[in-house]
């Protein structure tokens, strides 16, 4: 059985509803420790301006939530495109005070050899990691399967060039990525901060955590043993959001409305883990 207080639970709330406020309560009446926040009534967490990061900041504030780590889409762009708009996202990014931003590392043009890109992929992340270590921010990269870091090798490569960054596992998509997730861990679990909490079936379809293959329940084992806390729960890969009934694998998730499915996400994830509110 694990205490309430020996972990720590976030959601990526931009898949319940976008008004921060249904987030902030939801993420109470779950009681969560805070968000991972993506985006609000406002627009993509990267793409605000100065004045709306000022709102939120102070919503934020008001409400008693941390905030694990801003859910950016920077980094979610070719590698061949406009790279100084990326730049640009971030510092607008930098203004809301968070502790950590969450990042990608480009996508790699299709039919093209990945390794042939690691030196510009390090350099641009290089630029901005710079950036937000002058601001006293902490760079998380997240292995999406498509770009540069969607393999254990090369977050590895990323991180070991660049010690001031840190990893945010998301076993879904080294699953998407054609992975062993438990040798994924072995190799990045030093330098993993959170845990992004998603389940994949092996057809690659969404489903609810500890129903797919990406070993959820051995993750936070592992993790937990190694004096880790920090656990990004993502309603968006556990349920479809519809009043309607989804089957998948002749097994049927039935959720009355997106709220309900929020709620049954991490009620799920609590029960995996043994939490007793």
């Known amino acids: 059985m694990v205490k309430m207080s020996s972990v720590k ?7 319940l509803r976008t008004e921060l406020s249904d987030q902030i309560e939801a993420a109470k009446r779950n009681k969560l420790n805070g968000l991972e926040l993506g985006g609000t009534e406002f627009g993509p967490i ?9 709102l939120i900041r102070k919503k934020l504030n008001d409400s008693g939530l941390e905030v694990l ?10 590698i061949k495109d406009d790279f100084e708009a990326q730049i640009e996202k971030l510092k607008n990014t930098l203004v809301l005070g968070a502790e950590k931003v969450r990042i990608s590392s480009f996508f790699i043009p299709g039919f093209e050899k990945p390794e042939d890109y690691k030196q510009l992929v390090i350099d641009r992340l290089g ?13 998380c990269l997240e292995n999406k399967s498509g770009c540069y870091g969607g393999t254990a090798e090369r977050c590895h490569e990323i991180l070991s060039a660049l010690p001031e960054m840190v990893g945010v596992f998301n076993p879904a998509e080294f699953v998407k990525a054609g992975e062993d997730v438990m040798s994924d861990w072995d ?3 030093s330098r993993i ?18 129903s797919g293959v990406a070993h959820i329940r051995d993750l ?22 519809s009043n309607k009934q989804t089957e998948h694998e ?10 309900a499915a929020f709620d049954a996400a991490c009620s799920g994830f609590k029960a995996i883990i043994g939490i007793r509110d």
């Not at 990267?46 to 000022?54: H, K």
């Not at 920090?230 to 959001?241: A, M, Q, Y």
Request: charged share 20%; glycine share 12%.
């Open 193 to 210: 901060a959170y845990i992004h909490v998603s389940d994949i079936s092996e057809d690659g379809k969404p489903v609810p955590v500890g």
């Open 9 to 15: 639970l976030f959601s990526f709330g931009g898949e």
């Open 187 to 189: 190799k990045l679990r």
């Open 46 to 54: 990267s793409d605000i301006s100065f004045v709306a990061a000022c």
């Open 69 to 78: 780590s801003l859910a950016t889409t920077i980094g979610r762009i070719g």
């Open 250 to 259: 002749g097994h049927s998730y039935t959720y009355k409305n997106s709220d």
């Open 127 to 139: 630029q901005m990691n710079e950036l937000a270590g002058a601001h006293g921010v902490t760079l």
């Open 220 to 241: 936070t084992r592992r993790f937990i043993e190694r004096g880790s806390r920090n656990f990004s729960i993502d309603p968006g890969l556990t349920v479809k959001r």
